[in-house]
């Protein structure tokens, strides 16, 4: 408990849990396979709680924790069209969508500045959801969408084009 305690305080304030929780959460399986044997159940806690996360997503229930992840979930909204999948997932075509819409306004709907790079396609999309969907339903919900965005920051380009 002592390196969860980050203020010294004795206790373990909600703060401190939340923050070791996402700590934990961001990382791979893999990171958590290379964890001590003495740390299995750790991890065993953490790949359950991610199932158990990913199962509880189709209840649309999510609440932002920091500003980043509440402007993930005004994006994801933007391309939200209930009448097309239930409330609070995305179809592979809706992601694609997304993804065309965030390097058009990014780019001024051009290419980047010396690079001929094309937009993202529908088999960019398919292979994107079939990475980001934990539950398996064929939809991206809002909290695997924040998992997946989430954990991929920080990575290396190496590390990413691992993910291809």
């Known amino acids: 408990m002592t390196s969860m305690d980050t203020d010294g305080s004795g206790t373990l304030e909600k703060q401190e849990w939340l923050a070791w929780l996402r700590a934990g959460l961001a990382r791979t399986d893999q990171d958590l396979d290379k964890l001590p044997v003495e740390r299995s159940g750790l991890t065993r806690f953490i790949k359950s709680l991610r199932k158990f996360l990913a199962l509880q997503a189709s209840s649309y229930m999510f609440f932002p924790a920091t500003p980043f992840e509440a402007e993930l979930q005004r994006l994801f909204?933007?391309?939200d069209n209930p009448g097309d999948t239930p409330s609070g997932q995305l179809l592979?075509?809706?992601l694609l969508d997304m993804m065309v819409a965030v390097v058009n306004e990014t780019t001024g709907g051009s290419s980047d500045a010396g690079s001929n790079s094309p937009l993202p396609t529908q088999?960019?999309?398919d292979f994107i959801v079939s990475k980001m969907d934990i539950d398996g339903d064929g939809y991206v919900s809002l909290?695997?969408?924040i998992a997946w965005v989430t954990a991929g920051?920080?990575?290396s380009s190496k590390e990413l084009r691992l993910l291809a």
């Open 143 to 145: 909290p695997e969408f």
């Open 153 to 155: 920051l920080g990575k």
């Open 92 to 94: 592979p075509t809706q």
């Open 123 to 125: 088999a960019d999309a």
């Open 77 to 79: 909204e933007r391309f």
